[in-house]
């Protein structure tokens, strides 16, 4: 498995923040005892999905100028409660289930933290884009052309916690999965943050499925 210094690399690379924040957020989390210590120092212990979930809501959910803010987004967003799915063409069905996060890999009610290391793991596979053949039971590629396989993206809202996960499977089917305490649509979320005082400066950070990836073979390595 990879150790810490690999997963600050990586994510220096997938988010364009600093190496210098990056460590200091990695620094913060272990000492929240929310990433492993032990071993013979901090940079030998082994790097997980777990660990590379939290790292992620970290520096995409974190609330500028907050105290100790990685580890206060992580406590926010990492147990947001799993809404049920939408689905693309409504038609699609039971078909749908064969997406990634379905319900014969992940449970009905999951988090956002089981959601992300799932996705994680599944890149680590190299299985984010595969589907099981409703005929066969067999698991099968989307597509063998990078370009027309689908697309995933994960997007974070502040200051009211609430993430989507999107995923298009093929060139045809894309279900969506909202976390959060409540589902809140893009139209209105500027204007639920001002009845809730939290102002008007929403904030939408979204990582595409190539960070997810660069996750997942770095802890294959």
Not at 94 to 109: L, P
Not at 142 to 152: L, N, V
Request: positive net charge.
């Amino acid at each position: 498995m990879a150790k810490s210094p690999e997963l600050i690399e990586t994510m220096v690379a997938a988010t364009g923040e600093t190496k210098a924040a990056v460590s200091v957020a990695l620094t913060r989390l272990r000492k929240s005892g929310l990433i492993p210590v032990g071993g013979r120092g901090p940079y030998s212990i082994d790097m997980d999905s777990e660990a590379a979930m939290r790292l992620l809501i970290a520096l995409c959910a974190a609330v500028s100028l907050e105290s100790d803010s990685p580890t206060r987004a992580v406590e926010r967003f990492e147990n947001l409660p799993s809404r049920p799915p939408k689905i693309f063409p409504e038609s699609a069905g039971k078909r749908a289930n064969s997406i990634v996060i379905g319900s014969g890999n992940i449970k009905e009610g999951h988090t956002l933290g089981d959601a992300l290391k799932h996705i994680i793991d599944c890149a680590r596979r190299s299985e984010l884009f595969t589907y099981v053949d409703a005929a066969t039971g067999k698991r099968q590629s989307a597509s063998k052309q990078r370009d027309t396989r689908g697309f995933m993206s994960v997007q974070f809202m502040l200051p009211i916690p609430q993430v989507r996960i999107e995923h298009q499977f093929s060139a045809w089917l894309r279900k969506t999965w909202i976390y959060g305490h409540e589902a809140i649509g893009f139209e209105r979320y500027n204007s639920a943050c001002r009845a809730a005082g939290l102002g008007d400066r929403a904030r939408l950070v979204t990582v595409s499925e190539a960070t997810i990836e660069e996750l997942g073979q770095m802890l294959a390595k």
